[in-house]
């Protein structure tokens, strides 16, 4: 059948199952959400307008990491374009699959400066998985469906599909497709399977240090019986929180900066470092050197560039997660490992100091975490909260957290915590944030209000940049420039003034009666926590400091 290109775009998103879009019109798109109204006033799929094109890409970012879904967003030319760069970012450094549309100029005014130009696909380049810029109708439809598929195939990520504005209008031939299968992983033969049950068997002290690709991979369960099997303790990177449950015995928590001082100090002294679907981050690693310099180091991810980039491996297998820990768990051997976790289960005894005021982190998480449960997804921006939350909440599921990890993108959280509920009305969605983070994205409470979503937003507030502050003050000689914010927000007057009710505690009573008010109140709510501006995470390793030389406490 002919259609208009716009129309061929939504229904190829329709063949991949797409339900809900998140955007913001503008003129080059136009006539893209004029085919999307049809489709939304029958109920076939949805559309969130967000207050900002780069909360629309958190957004799809947040339904993507909370469902294993590719997330969808529209957004038009010029500025709108430049304006998810941020969100394409944060989701490719995470390899979540995002699949971005944005309106062009028409064809023939390409390259003449036209109003709301740019070379988007340019920009975008080194911060997707592909991208794509159409230049006929006959190109729009495997161009989106190639997108699907490029997105959540092997390593996942997102992908930029660039449409001028004429081919929306031209008509084109559709027909109607199945979604194409995803490209295969490398295969790992037999060889390499036993090479790693070997390794795993013979060694004395292993550690697992487990990233993202886990979650990814849906390999969570995996994880868990090859380390129960083989009493393997986890270490883990910050988006992988939740594929081992935090209170298993062989948890350690995350690794690296601001790691537990039991999964620095494993990691450090173990002979055998299994790296699954995990990048070696800076964060994690410190000085790489002295990172398990006495360990055997064997690498296991999907993605081949990965391999050998940050931190040299001993042994390397390149392959689908969940398929390559599904055929270990049974050549592998069961084995107590009775000594070495019997020194991990002392080192777990060396905890970092609570805070001395009355009214901290530790009271705050313990509050929250009594009043939800742990049946929750809780999403973050960056900071100290972040780490807070890292370190705190025992996460006991995959996809339960939703944070910037490697970009560290400030103002992610709230975006991000509409995708996901969105994507999962049924649930409870709390957003972790701080002041410095909350404020650059909080006209996004419109998007709550308008979307009657039961969100509520915990504000960790200490009136200044938390982190960057922590940093002054332990490595600038206490020169803190820039950091301090003026206590000049009214929570509860800019929760009301969209529609929603706001809190401003000091007490743990105070908090526990704010959150019986947001309950009943049913929709949004914003409770702003007081916290001491010389609180600090802890504990911390300094800066290019070998990560077992932790900062305990000032």
């Given amino acids: 059948m002919r259609l208009s290109g716009a129309k061929i775009i939504m229904e190829c998103l329709m063949e991949q199952g797409a339900d809900t879009i998140f955007g913001f019109p503008g003129g080059q798109i136009m006539p893209l959400y004029d085919a999307l109204y049809d489709y939304t006033t029958d109920g076939r799929i949805k559309h969130i307008l967000t207050c900002h094109e780069q909360g629309a890409t958190h957004a799809a970012d947040g339904y993507a990491r909370s469902t294993g879904k590719v997330g969808v967003c529209f957004a038009t030319s010029g500025p709108g374009a430049t304006n998810t760069v941020t969100g394409i970012a944060t989701a490719y450094m995470d390899s979540s699959p995002i699949v971005v549309i944005t309106g062009q100029v028409p064809i023939a005014s390409i390259g003449r400066d036209s109003f709301q130009e740019v070379d988007i696909v340019g920009i975008t380049m080194p911060i997707v998985k592909h991208s794509y810029f159409c230049k006929s109708v006959e190109e729009l439809a495997p161009a989106i469906r190639e997108a699907f598929r490029i997105a959540k195939s092997g390593r996942p990520g997102p992908v930029l599909v660039d449409v001028p504005k004429n081919l929306t209008v031209e008509q084109g031939e559709y027909e109607k497709a199945a979604p194409l299968p995803l490209y295969e992983s490398p295969i790992v033969c037999d060889e390499e399977i036993e090479l790693i049950a070997d390794l795993i068997n013979n060694s004395e002290r292993p550690v697992i240090y ?28 910050l988006m992988c929180l939740g594929a081992v449950d935090r ?91 009775p000594m070495w976790n019997s020194m991990i289960e002392g080192w777990k005894q060396e905890t970092a100091p609570r805070c001395e005021e009355s009214f901290g982190p530790d009271e705050i998480f313990g509050v929250i975490n009594e009043a939800f449960g742990n049946d929750v997804i809780i999403a973050t921006d960056v900071g100290q909260h972040q780490m807070w939350t890292a370190q705190k909440w025992p996460f006991s599921k995959p996809r339960q957290l ?65 982190m960057v502050r922590q940093w002054q003050k332990l490595f600038f000689d206490r020169r803190y420039s820039a950091t301090d914010l003026a206590d000049v927000l009214d929570y509860e007057g800019l929760a009301g003034a969209f529609g929603l009710k706001g809190w401003r505690v000091d007490s743990s009573e105070g908090l526990k009666n704010a ?37 305990v406490g000032e």
């Fill in 247 to 337: 209170k298993n015995p062989l948890s350690l928590g995350i690794a690296g900066m601001h790691g537990a001082i039991e999964s620095n100090t494993a990691v450090n002294n173990s002979d055998l470092l299994i790296a699954i679907g995990a990048r070696f981050s800076d964060r994690v690693t410190g000085d790489i050197p002295r990172f398990a310099s006495g360990a055997t180091i064997l690498h296991i991810d999907i993605d081949m560039s990965e391999i050998d980039k940050n931190v040299t491996s001993h042994h390397q297998v390149v392959g689908d997660v969940k398929d390559i820990l599904t055929r270990v768990i049974p050549a592998i051997q069961e084995n107590k490992r």
């Fill in 515 to 551: 959150i019986d008010a947001a309950l009943e109140f049913g929709r949004g709510a914003v409770i702003a926590c007081d916290v001491s501006i010389d609180e600090n995470v802890w504990p911390i390793v300094p800066p290019g400091d070998a990560i077992n030389n932790q900062v």
């Fill in 210 to 237: 487990a990233g993202g690709g886990v979650v990814l991979s849906e390999a969570s369960e995996a994880l868990r019986e090859l380390a129960e099997k083989s009493r393997i303790p986890v270490a883990t990177t």
């Fill in 402 to 466: 939703i944070t910037s990890g490697g970009l560290g993108t400030m103002g992610f959280g709230l975006g991000a915590a509409i995708g996901a509920q969105i994507a999962n009305p049924g649930k409870r969605v709390l957003l972790i944030t701080g002041d410095g983070s909350f404020r650059m994205n909080c006209a996004e409470l419109m998007t709550v209000s308008s979307q009657e979503l039961p969100l509520i937003v915990f504000v960790l507030k200490n009136n200044t940049l938390g």
